[in-house]
Structures are given as structure tokens and as C-alpha cells.
């Protein structure tokens, strides 16, 4: 490789990662998003080889004979499988830049984590990274991210307001002159509301269903607020008493309920964050309102349910899934904003 071709390729080989208990997000400097997979390995249970990441791995969850183990690294925005979420960030390190590529250029990783993630937890995202290539690991908080990527102006003196819904947790922050005025973290996201369809089903229908069921109905039927058309769908899974194969219809208004029901302490932590923030910056979030993100914020009517719950304007975000990494990687270009902000890298905290 030419001097040329290796200083290009130092360039554009630092990375923004979004981390998330759903899916994994990755952006590279120059390129954009280039990667977005389920958080997901599929490993051989006695030589523990693995078979799969990513959506390939997401096809065998609930699928798997005894031998083969699907397994989610990530759990309520933090690892809870140390070993594996490492395999797997090496796994998606090496395939935006081929392995030969990230042993000599050692990359540069900026990951977005939750708001209130502990040290502990902060050194196994750091030492996961690392292990996987990285020669310098900043952390930066998911809320503080996407408002980034959603261009809010984060460092005027005004207030900003930010709920970002993922898969594991719910982050709210409000922002003001490029710091985090108040910021809360629910683990109450997607996974939560999945778990609830799940236990209503087979509360009040007597049927077991599996996670990849109860995000279809999430995603089919499911609404934060009433649709303008009744929706239904057939729903299959075993039943509970008899043990054999059964299905059912379920209506969008009952799974309405689940969701709100499951969803109601997102709405309690945005109120205990309002009434947190400064009088002056609490205008300022009348005016501009709230800005929804995460894949949360897809979930039917869930700006106007929010709505109808703060009292507030509630603003989506265009592209809701991309915020977070997007704003990760605006950092890549302005390392001084992310000197300010963002957690030190592991080598010198």
C-alpha cells in the first residue's frame, strides 16, 4: 500500500458506534452509516464458535436447536455479556474495515452509551472496544448524541429538550451551552414494551408467544394513541393448557392499553425532568418543544400521545433510528466539541 492509500485510509478509519441493545448503528468518517445490524451472535453452544451476527442471528432467535445459542450481548443499553458483546464489536469493527486494515490503523471509536451508565459499565464498553481494535475509546452520552444528530443547536444558551427511545433504555436530557443540564435514564424502552405484549397474551389469551411474535404486533397493530381505522391481527403461539399450537385475533386497542401501561414511567421521568429544569431554559422547551427520537419514536402515535400526556410540542426527528450514530460521528469532525463532552478516552482516564 502507498503512503497515499495508507494516509487515506487513516483518515476515514475512525468510527462512531451507536451500541444498542437492538441494533448496532456504525458510522465512519467520510462514509456515513455504513452498518446497521441486530445485536445479535448466534454461537455453537460446546465450542462456543460463533455462527452468525448480526441479522443472520436475529433469523435464528427463538429457532435454535438445543446445540446453538442466540444470544443478545446488550442488555437495557449496557453489556451484559462481556465476552460476547467483544466478539461481536470486532465482528462489525472488521467488517467496515478488513481486518488487516484495523490491526494497522488501530481506529479511533466514539460510542454512545446511556445517560446514567455506571464506571463499571463504561469500562466494559471501553475494554470491548479496545479489545476489538480500537486504540483510543470515547464515550459519549446517547441523549447528548442525538440532539446532536438531530442539529439541534446544542451549544447556544437556550434550552433543549431530548427523549430518545432505543430498544433497552429511554434517555432524557435537557441541553443547554454544549452540557447536559438535567438527564434521566428509564429502562423502559422496546424490549420493555415486547415483554409486555408477551405476559398480556398470555394473561388474558392463555398463549405463549416469542419475542420476534410480540414485535410484529408491536409493529403491526401496535399505536401509542388511537388509530383512525381499527386494526387486527392473527397472532400464533402454544397454548398454555392444552400444549399444542393455537391462534387468536388480538385488536390494536387492547395492545394500546399494554403499551401505555408499560410505557406510563416514560411519561413520569419527562415530568420529574421538567421539573428539574431551570425556569428560563424550561420556556425556551414551551417554544421549540420536545424532540422525539430513537425507534421508539416510530411506534404509532406515540408524538401525540406525549403530547397529550406533557401538555408540550412534541418535534420527531426525520430519520429517528440514526440519530444517535449520526450525531456520534458529527464528533469525528469536531474533536473539540468531543473533548468537551464526551467521556475521556480509556488511556488517560
Known amino acids: 500500500m502507498g503512503l497515499v492509500s495508507r494516509v487515506l485510509g487513516y483518515l476515514s478509519s475512525d468510527m462512531a458506534i451507536d451500541l444498542g441493545t437492538a441494533h448496532t448503528l456504525v458510522c465512519v468518517q467520510g462514509r456515513g452509516v455504513v452498518l446497521n445490524e441486530p445485536s445479535v451472535v448466534a454461537i455453537e453452544r460446546h465450542t462456543n464458535k460463533i455462527l452468525a451476527v448480526g441479522s443472520e442471528a436475529k433469523r435464528m ?101 431530548v427523549i430518545d427511545i ?29 415483554s409486555a405484549i408477551i405476559n398480556y397474551v398470555k394473561r388474558a389469551h392463555g398463549l405463549l408467544i416469542g419475542e420476534p411474535m410480540a414485535e410484529r404486533v408491536k409493529f403491526d397493530i401496535g399505536s401509542a394513541h388511537a388509530l383512525p381505522e381499527r386494526a387486527q391481527m392473527v397472532v400464533k403461539g402454544r397454548d398454555l393448557i392444552a400444549g399444542v399450537p393455537r391462534s387468536i385475533v388480538l385488536e390494536d386497542g387492547e395492545i394500546r392499553d399494554v403499551l401505555q401501561d408499560a410505557m406510563a414511567p416514560i411519561v413520569a ?33 406515540m408524538d401525540a400521545w406525549l403530547r397529550e400526556e406533557t401538555g408540550l410540542p412534541i418535534v420527531p426527528v426525520d430519520d429517528p433510528l440514526t440519530s444517535v450514530v449520526l450525531g456520534v460521528g458529527k464528533m469525528l469532525e469536531e474533536l473539540s466539541l468531543l473533548q468537551n463532552i464526551a467521556s475521556l478516552p480509556a488511556n488517560t482516564a
Do not use: C, W
Not at 472488521?94 to 481486518?99: A, G, I, N, S
Not at 430498544?167 to 422496546?190: K, M, P, Q
Open 61 to 161: 432467535v427463538g429457532r435454535t436447536p438445543g446445540h446453538i445459542l442466540a444470544i443478545r450481548p446488550m442488555k437495557e443499553g449496557v453489556i451484559a455479556d462481556f465476552e460476547t458483546a467483544e466478539r461481536m464489536l470486532r465482528y462489525f469493527i472488521t467488517k467496515v474495515h478488513d481486518r488487516r486494515a484495523v490491526i494497522h490503523l488501530r481506529p479511533r471509536i466514539i460510542i454512545g452509551v446511556p445517560s446514567r451508565i455506571t464506571q463499571v459499565e463504561k469500562r466494559a464498553v471501553r475494554e470491548s472496544a479496545e479489545l476489538a481494535g480500537a486504540r483510543e475509546v470515547y464515550l459519549i452520552e446517547e441523549a447528548m448524541a442525538a440532539a446532536i444528530g438531530a442539529g439541534l443547536p446544542i451549544t447556544e444558551p437556550s434550552g433543549n429538550m
Open 166 to 194: 432505543g430498544g433497552g433504555t429511554t434517555d432524557i436530557a435537557v441541553i443547554a451551552l454544549g452540557g447536559i443540564v438535567y438527564s434521566a435514564s428509564v429502562r423502559v424502552a422496546g424490549d420493555q414494551i415486547d
Open 269 to 301: 421521568a419527562i415530568k420529574v425532568a421538567l421539573e428539574n429544569t431551570p425556569p428560563e431554559l424550561a420556556g425556551d422547551i414551551v417554544d421549540r418543544g420536545i424532540v422525539l427520537t430513537g425507534g421508539g419514536a416510530l411506534l404509532r402515535g
